[in-house]
């Protein structure tokens, strides 16, 4: 549903040329014509409209979506909340994903000993990029293919399912064992990579860009529902705002207002929206109070020695006190 409000000196001429162009779309249209205004309702499957088309024509003066582009990430089209199944671990509704890891693998003995202390700690999901989008190209990039068999390893030894950021379509070669494919903050707009992955049966971990709206991030994961697989989950982050005291601001409103509009997973890395490790848990809790259904944080055995984001990783044993609390926060709003 759209509707399109008329300026009012336009001719019963022009009205009609526009129907009928807006009928040959295959579209319904209710005229209703006041004193003042003229205003034109679009009924029909009007997510293929360009309103910025019918907005630039002379005679509009306004047009408003009614119905939201995104149909299948909709919770309008979708009431209850949609529940993945992760490696035996369960995302969506009441279920709380914890996931960890380190924000690169590193070696195997460095992965695996995480991998080990995070699984005790309670942790669901190995995080862990072998692909790296890092910000210079001089900074360590990952082991890339390396980097993937080293996470199996780690899956092996622990049983844990395993998530890693795919930077572009010609790695997915190397995802076969993968469980969660990554889609980075940077990628969030790569729609061919979007395209590529909705013709893959497996959950997508899909991070809101630094400087992209809740409805931006809708609409990407859109994208990747559009092509069939409708297994994503959305990633709050943080987003880029003018303080400059942490890394990028968590937006933990994203939550809520990304809940009701969709009936996705949702989220919280609480690492990378404050990059700095002493805050990762007040924001971490908040995620949890405010409703989230998960978080994916950045955890190391080493911070000090980490090839990437050591200052924002929690020891594994940060993250077991941690693991406790969010309990406790999860009960007492029940
Ligand atoms: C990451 O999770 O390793 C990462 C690079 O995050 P983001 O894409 O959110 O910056
Ligand atoms: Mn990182």
Same mark, same amino acid.
Request: hydrophobic residues 40%; neutral net charge.
């Given at each position: 549903m759209m509707i399109v409000v008329l300026k009012k000196n336009s001719t019963t001429e022009q009205r009609a040329d526009l129907i009928e162009w807006i009928k040959s779309l295959g579209l319904d249209v209710h005229l209703s014509e006041g004193k003042f205004q003229t205003i034109l309702g679009l009924i029909g499957d009007t997510a293929s409209i360009d309103t910025e088309l019918i907005e630039g024509l002379a005679i509009v003066e306004k047009v408003t979506r009614i119905t939201e582009q995104f149909k299948k990430a909709n919770r309008k089209f979708h009431d209850d909340d949609s529940v993945f199944d992760v490696g035996g671990a369960k995302i969506g509704d009441g279920n709380f994903m914890l996931i960890a890891g380190p924000c690169s693998v590193e070696n195997e003995e460095q992965i695996c000993e995480i991998a080990e202390r995070v699984k005790k700690a309670g942790a669901?999901?190995?995080?862990?990029?072998a692909f790296k989008p890092r910000t210079s190209p001089y900074d360590f990039q990952g082991l890339h293919a390396d980097g993937i068999e080293l996470l199996l390893k780690a899956k092996k030894l622990t049983g844990l399912p395993i998530v890693t950021e795919l930077m572009d379509i010609s790695q997915l070669?190397?995802?076969?064992?993968?469980?969660?494919?990554?889609?980075?903050?940077?990628?969030?707009?790569?729609?061919?990579l979007l395209k590529a992955l909705g013709r893959e049966n497996k959950p997508v971990l899909l991070k809101r860009g630094l400087a992209n709206t809740v409805k931006e991030l809708l609409m990407s994961a859109e994208y990747i529902m559009a092509g069939g697989n409708e297994q994503v989950i959305l990633c709050e982050?943080?987003?880029?705002?003018?303080?400059? #005291?942490?890394?990028?601001?968590?937006d933990i409103s994203a939550v809520p207002v990304l809940q009701?509009?969709?009936?996705?997973?949702? @989220? !919280?890395?609480?690492?990378? #929206?404050?990059?700095?490790?002493?805050?990762?848990?007040?924001?971490t809790l908040a995620a949890a109070a405010?409703?989230?259904?998960? @978080? !994916?944080?950045?955890?190391h055995n080493e911070p000090a020695r980490a090839l990437c984001d050591g200052p924002q990783s929690l020891t594994p044993d940060e993250f077991g006190d941690l693991v406790q609390s969010i309990?406790?926060?999860r009960e007492a709003i029940l």
């Open positions: 669901h999901m190995l995080r862990g990029g070669k190397y995802f076969d064992d993968v469980d969660v494919i990554q889609v980075g903050a940077r990628n969030m707009q790569n729609m061919e982050r943080g987003i880029r705002t003018f303080e400059t #005291a942490t890394r990028n601001t968590l009701e509009l969709s009936h996705l997973p949702v @989220i !919280i890395d609480p690492s990378h #929206a404050c990059g700095i490790a002493r805050y990762v848990r007040p924001l405010a409703g989230a259904n998960g @978080i !994916i944080v950045e955890v309990e406790k926060v």
